[in-house]
Each structure stands twice: as C-alpha cells, then as structure tokens.
C-alpha cells in the first residue's frame, strides 16, 4: 500500500511559479512517479515522470523547460517546481506511483496503481 498525500497548490498570476510536493508513505523508493494533471471534461495529462531512483526525468514538451521534478528516497518525497506558468496550466494536480512502468507508458495514467487525492492549481492571466 502506498498512500499519496499532494500539498502546495494555489492560485498564481501568470509567469509565476510554484512548488508541489508530494509526500508518499508505505513502500516507494522502488517505485516510478508521476505528476498528472486534469481539467474537468478532458482526459489526464502526464506532466512529469521520474525513475525509481529519481535518474531519469521525462517531460512532455508542453512543460519542457518549465518544470522540474525531483524525487528524494530519503524523505520519502516527490516535488514538482513550476515556473513560468501559464493559464492553461491551470489545473487538478495529481502524485502518481508504480512499482513497475515501462518506459513508453511513462504518461499513460492507467500505468499508474497508486494515485493522490489531488492539489488545485489556478494560473491567472
């Protein structure tokens, strides 16, 4: 069992930034991770995704550049710095983790057992 607690979204102006941690109890330094975004009426976005051992990133290119994740066995934590936001990063934020997600799955929600409740994130143009 894995349990997913997202904290530090709000409301930013746009080109702001903001930092999103997630705390992760029960096993998870073996796990792959995930940020994920959804707003109503369309499907979840993978926005990030980290290895077991927090080597590897990957973005998609609409946050390429713009946020960084980062993921600490140690603290049992996993954050995401977001900078230079934008309105259409408006959004539900979610933690996602996996003991096992094949590299071309890596943003494919389903790919994902364990999930957070979710943290509001609001850009204002």
């Known amino acids: 069992q894995v349990d997913l607690v997202e904290s530090g979204g709000g409301s930013v102006p746009s080109g702001g930034s903001l930092k999103l941690s997630c705390a992760a109890g029960?096993?998870?330094?073996?796990?792959?991770m995930g940020w994920f975004r959804q707003v109503p009426g369309k499907e979840r976005e993978g926005v990030s995704c980290?290895?077991?051992?927090?080597?590897?990133?990957y973005y998609p290119d609409s946050v390429k550049g713009r946020f960084t994740i980062s993921k600490d066995n140690a603290k049992n934590t996993l954050d995401l710095q977001m900078n230079f936001l934008k309105p259409e990063d408006t959004a539900m934020y979610y933690c996602?983790?996996?003991?096992?997600?094949?590299?071309?799955?890596?943003?494919?929600?389903?790919?994902?057992?364990?999930w957070g409740q979710g943290t509001q994130v609001t850009v204002t143009s």
């Open positions: 029960g096993l998870y330094s073996r796990h792959c």
């Open positions: 996602a983790a996996d003991p096992l997600v094949p590299t071309p799955r890596r943003f494919d929600p389903p790919a994902y057992q364990y």
């Open positions: 980290v290895n077991w051992n927090g080597a590897v990133t």
